[in-house]
């Protein structure tokens, strides 16, 4: 699976838009582009994944470029309760084999 | 009713004991789990069960040995337990190994003292 790179730490004001970014210049064509986030003593959890297109869910936006090797999460309002270590994965599904594999993520700080 | 549940929570046990964490995922998955997390944060798979099967062992020691009695359960035993194996251990289950979203148990914090 390609590595992905993300930054460490963002801060985020309170009700605005909060965007993740995330490399994965070497993402193969089969690769979608995942992200969970993990809310401190908590499990990961689910949050988008995407293939090529843009994609939107009731939680977040995934902005994929053209050439697929970048992408960003976006929280369109974010609230306290969004701090988290967000984590971007490159992960083929059609591998019987194929697990997530989590990087250092993004630790997100939303302050009031 | 919770998705995937790890028991228990919180296990404190001294080195050189055996301990057992339980997982059980009530979605009907096929594919199960086993994932540490350590001091560093840093989360490692360490095993993936298929149907049953094991799939995936992450070199991990042969003190560690995951047993599933049924698709619904992927259970943890630890013989001998180190220091170094303190960490949170989550169990994970997605629909089938290629399925796109995988659920997480709430974690198990092991300290061996």
């Known amino acids: 699976d390609a590595k992905t790179t993300q930054p460490p730490s963002m801060d985020c004001a309170e009700g605005r838009a909060a965007n993740l970014p995330c490399n994965h210049s070497?993402?193969?064509?089969?690769?979608?582009v995942y992200w969970y986030r993990q809310i401190h003593s908590q499990g990961p959890q689910y949050i988008i994944h995407?293939?090529?297109n843009n994609e939107t869910n009731e939680m977040a936006s995934l902005i994929i470029t053209e050439d697929r090797k970048s992408s960003t999460l976006i929280l369109p309002h974010a609230t306290l309760r969004d701090t988290a270590v967000y984590y971007c994965?490159?992960?083929?599904?059609?591998?019987?084999?194929?697990?997530?594999?989590f990087g250092g993520g993004t630790r997100l700080m939303v302050k009031p | 009713d919770t998705a995937v549940s790890q028991t228990p929570k919180y296990l404190v046990t001294q080195m050189g004991n055996d301990k057992s964490i339980k997982c059980e995922q009530n979605?009907?998955?096929?594919?199960m789990y086993w994932y540490k997390q350590d001091s560093k944060k840093f989360l490692k798979i360490m095993f993936s069960?298929?149907?049953?099967?094991?799939?995936i062992n992450e070199t991990v020691p042969n003190r560690f040995s995951p047993k599933s009695p049924d698709k619904a359960h992927l259970n943890l035993h630890i013989n001998s337990l180190e220091l170094g194996d303190s960490a949170v251990y989550f169990c994970?289950?997605?629909?089938?190994?290629?399925?796109?979203?995988?659920?997480f148990g709430q974690g198990t914090r092991l300290t061996v003292v």
């Open positions: 994970a289950s997605r629909p089938t190994p290629g399925s796109t979203e995988a659920f």
């Open positions: 979605l009907g998955h096929d594919t």
């Open positions: 994965i490159a992960l083929a599904t059609n591998n019987a084999g194929n697990m997530l594999t």
């Open positions: 069960y298929n149907n049953k099967e094991l799939i």
């Open positions: 995407g293939l090529k």
């Open positions: 070497t993402i193969s064509g089969n690769e979608y």
